[in-house]
Structures are given as C-alpha cells and as structure tokens.
C-alpha cells in the first residue's frame, strides 16, 4: 500500500467516520511482541502511560497475541493491565482478566468462565477462561517433522503443561514445559502448535510449511523463523469479534495494532489498523495506517493521539 497513511492522519479520519474518543465506547486490541514489547521484551514506560491513561478513562484495553495464557499474564503484569479481556493463542483462546470483571456480567454471557490450572496460568493477573477453539495436531506433526527434523515444536492447551520436543531458545518461551518425543507431542485439544526453526528465514520456513499443504489449519509467520499454527478458521480477528459482541459495540469503534503476519486478519478487521513501523510490507498491506517503529514507541504514539 504506497500510499498508506500515517497515524495521525488515519486517527483524523477514522474520528470523522465515527471512531470514539477514549471511554467505554473506544476498543483497542494490542498485539504483545513488536508491538507493546521490544525484541529484547523491554517494554517503554511511555506505552505503560499510555494503557493506563486509556484504562483511566475506560477504554476497553484488550491484549491480542499469539501468546499462551501464561505469557500474556507476563506481559499484563508489566503493562499494568488487571481487568478486561484478552485474546491469546491468535484467537483460540479468550479470558477474562480480573477478579470482578463488570464486562462480562453486563454482556449477559450464557455461560461460566472457568479457573484455569496452573498448568498453563499464573497467579496474577487473575484469569478465567471464556472459550477455546483446538484442534488434533497429530497428522500436522507427523508432516513438519518428517519435512524439517531440525524444528522446534510445541504444543499448547487450555489444560496441560506445554508440550516441546525439544527446549526453545532461552527466553522464547514463557511458563512451563514437558520435553516429549515428537510421537508423544500430540494433545488432542489442542491451542496452538508452534514450529520454530533457527536455522531457516522466515520466508524460507513459510514457503516449507505451504509446500506440505497444511489445509485444515490456520497459520501465521512471526517476526523470526517461528510459525504458530491455530484451529481452522480462528484468527485474532475472530476473538475480537467474539469479545467486541460481548461488550456489545460495533465494529467502527475498534482500534488494533501489530506488526506481524499473525496480526493481518486483525488489522483489516478493526476500523483504524495500524501497523508498526518495523512490520513487514505484507503486514502494512492489511493496515489502513503505520507508525514508528516499537524501539521508538509507535504504538504509544497512536495510543496518545486516541485520547
């Protein structure tokens, strides 16, 4: 998109057809990683202001990531962030956060949320969980594996400890895990299934994993060689839409961020998407609008142009 906006140019616009300033009426979904986060997961104090004076004025502040409960609870806790909603596992998986959460009893849910183990949650920030979408991996590992025996592999549920054939890098993964032989990696509720190859681009292990002719699942390259595969047809954007119905608010009052491929189907869906100034072209594409890039605080600046 060569003529993309910049931010503050597609805020105007977006306002003009009917975005909300900052309140009850505004949605904001975050990615995490690239986003809010730096590459080394240092986080600005200039993005925590910014969530918090959203969160002070209302503002529905909604975590969207590709991200396990437990990461995203990591992340939460440094942001500041302690009610609400978040969308993980790139929209398999949707919690409330907080021990009172006034969203989801004014959204008139036909169902409980359920306590979550400490398998795969921390003890704070306090989550429940409200759906999850999974998927039966096997015949998916059976052909990574046999194509790339070097990857990484790992499996994730709403119940169990994280299943890994092999350690990830230090600090790629957060929370706890099982090492298994790749036979026994199979969880059949499965959330997610991320293949991580450090010696492949991210180009090269997503052209690999589209000649394998994965049909029946979703998938989405990450900023390295990492690749999060989710359950057909489950997206970010379709967690959101799921978490926008039970606020009850239209579409035209959403915001979203992210710089990854995992985040296109949600920059296209929000009323004002923004890509981050370090997202790849095919990411922009999918924006209506880019900021700097996270080492220069894009995202709080979109976020304080919003208030």
């Given at each position: 998109m060569a003529d993309l906006k910049i931010w503050h140019e597609a805020v105007a616009e977006a306002r003009l057809h009917g975005l909300p300033a900052a309140g009850s009426q505004l949605f904001i979904a975050l990615d995490i990683d690239g986003t809010l986060l730096r590459h080394d997961t240092s986080v600005s104090p200039r993005i925590v202001a910014a969530i918090q004076a959203h969160l002070t004025a209302g503002t529905h502040i909604v975590i969207c990531t590709g991200r396990g409960?437990?990461?995203?609870?990591?992340?939460?806790?440094?942001?500041?962030?302690?009610?609400?909603?978040?969308?993980?596992?790139?929209?398999?998986?949707?919690?409330?956060?907080?021990?009172?959460?006034?969203?989801?009893?004014?959204?008139?849910?036909?169902?409980?949320?359920?306590?979550?183990?400490?398998?795969?949650?921390?003890?704070?920030?306090?989550?429940?969980?409200?759906?999850?979408?999974?998927?039966?991996?096997?015949?998916?590992?059976?052909l990574i594996s046999q194509a790339l025996p070097q990857a990484l592999i790992?499996?994730?549920?709403?119940?169990?400890?994280?299943?890994?054939?092999?350690?990830?890098?230090?600090?790629?993964?957060?929370?706890?895990?099982?090492?298994?032989?790749?036979?026994?990696?199979?969880?059949?509720?499965?959330?997610?299934?991320?293949?991580?190859?450090?010696?492949?681009?991210?180009?090269?292990?997503?052209?690999?994993?589209?000649?394998?002719?994965?049909?029946?699942?979703?998938?989405?390259?990450?900023?390295?060689?990492?690749?999060?595969?989710?359950?057909?047809?489950?997206?970010?954007?379709?967690?959101?839409?799921?978490?926008?119905?039970?606020?009850?608010?239209?579409?035209?009052?959403t915001v979203a961020i992210g710089d990854s491929g995992n985040d296109c189907e949600m920059l296209a869906w929000a009323q004002l998407g923004v890509a981050m100034g370090n997202a790849p072209e095919y990411v922009r594409a999918h924006a209506n609008a880019i900021t700097e890039d996270v080492d220069h605080d894009g995202a709080a600046l979109v976020l304080a142009a919003l208030l």
């Open positions: 409960i437990s990461g995203a609870q990591i992340a939460m806790q440094d942001l500041g962030i302690n009610s609400g909603y978040a969308v993980c596992a790139n929209g398999a998986i949707i919690v409330t956060v907080g021990d009172g959460n006034d969203d989801v009893s004014s959204a008139g849910l036909k169902h409980e949320t359920v306590p979550l183990s400490s398998n795969v949650s921390l003890p704070t920030p306090t989550v429940r969980l409200l759906t999850s979408h999974t998927f039966d991996p096997r015949k998916e590992i059976e790992s499996v994730e549920s709403v119940q169990d400890v994280r299943r890994v054939n092999r350690e990830f890098p230090a600090g790629e993964m957060t929370g706890k895990f099982q090492v298994l032989p790749v036979s026994e990696l199979a969880h059949p509720y499965c959330t997610r299934l991320t293949i991580r190859t450090p010696d492949l681009s991210g180009e090269e292990l997503l052209a690999r994993i589209d000649a394998l002719g994965l049909h029946a699942v979703e998938y989405a390259i990450g900023w390295s060689a990492w690749m999060d595969i989710s359950p057909k047809g489950v997206t970010k954007a379709t967690g959101l839409a799921d978490v926008l119905g039970y606020l009850n608010l239209p579409r035209e009052h």
